[in-house]
T-cell receptor
Framework: NAGVMQNPRHLVRRRGQEARLRCSPMKGHSHVYWYRQLPEEGLKFMVYLQKENIIDESGMPKERFSAEFPKEGPSILRIQQVVRGDSAAYFC???????????????FGPGTRLTVL | GDSVTQMEGPVTLSEEAFLTINCTYTATGYPSLFWYVQYPGEGLQLLLKATKADDKGSNKGFEATYRKETTSFHLEKGSVQVSDSAVYFCALSDGGYSGYALNFGKGTSLLVTP
């Protein structure tokens, strides 16, 4: 059973370009979470999605960032017009259940390291 | 808001040494507490968890006890191995409506030498 897949593993963009990060959850998981780890910081929650729905995007910057989890295909985190401050590691996690379940384990992917030049 | 503070790294130990990585938290309500481990080039893996006060989580020789009175969840292992070299993250979820959102510490890098 493959784990959470993320690609690309490393992404380099110039300021003003777009970055698209992909996440394929574990088989049977319909809940996806994105986290960002800035240099010297812990992971911070960005957004929680179920298939075709954004459940909570309270941790996502209001501008330039968007996320989707279509009926078919991976979840996409999209960053438009990237700036140097977007350089970070972006982690995706998935779970078979969502919401406030104390037994709801999140399984993490290896992350995408975004570097903005 | 909720937060997690863990000891700064890197921590360097000799094989078979005793390990403690301190973690304290601030939270309203009754959070669940977790330790995740990240090996080089891999994603975070859940190492152990505790969902209520005085619970002890354990796995692979690692242990941590949920101490509500000291708001702590320190990670311990009696005898570390070279294969334990990794980054360790302490995390909490508040267990409420947003119980899915994990709140992580900065991570502590552990290097175990032969």
């Amino acid at each position: 059973n493959a784990g959470v897949m993320q690609n690309p593993r490393h992404l380099v963009r110039r300021r003003g370009q777009e970055a698209r990060l992909r996440c394929s959850p574990m088989k049977g998981h319909s809940h996806v979470y994105w986290y960002r780890q800035l240099p010297e910081e812990g992971l911070k929650f960005m957004v929680y999605l179920q298939k075709e729905n954004i459940i909570d995007e309270s941790g996502m910057p209001k501008e330039r960032f968007s996320a989707e989890f279509p009926k078919e295909g991976p979840s996409i985190l999209r960053i438009q017009q990237v700036v140097r401050g977007d350089s970070a590691a972006y982690f995706c996690a998935s779970s078979p259940r969502g919401s406030a379940s104390r037994n709801n384990e999140q399984f993490f992917g290896p992350g995408t390291r975004l570097t903005v030049l | 808001g909720d937060s997690v503070t863990q000891m700064e790294g890197p921590v360097t130990l000799s094989e078979e040494a005793f390990l403690t990585i301190n973690c304290t938290y601030t939270a309203t309500g009754y959070p669940s507490l977790f330790w995740y481990v990240q090996y080089p080039g891999e994603g975070l893996q859940l190492l152990l968890k505790a969902t209520k006060a005085d619970d002890k989580g354990s796995n692979k020789g690692f242990e941590a006890t949920y101490r509500k009175e000291t708001t702590s969840f320190h990670l311990e292992k009696g005898s570390v191995q070279v294969s334990d070299s990794a980054v360790y993250f302490c995390a909490l979820s508040d267990g409420g409506y947003s119980g899915y959102a994990l709140n992580f510490g900065k991570g502590t890098s552990l290097l175990v030498t032969p």
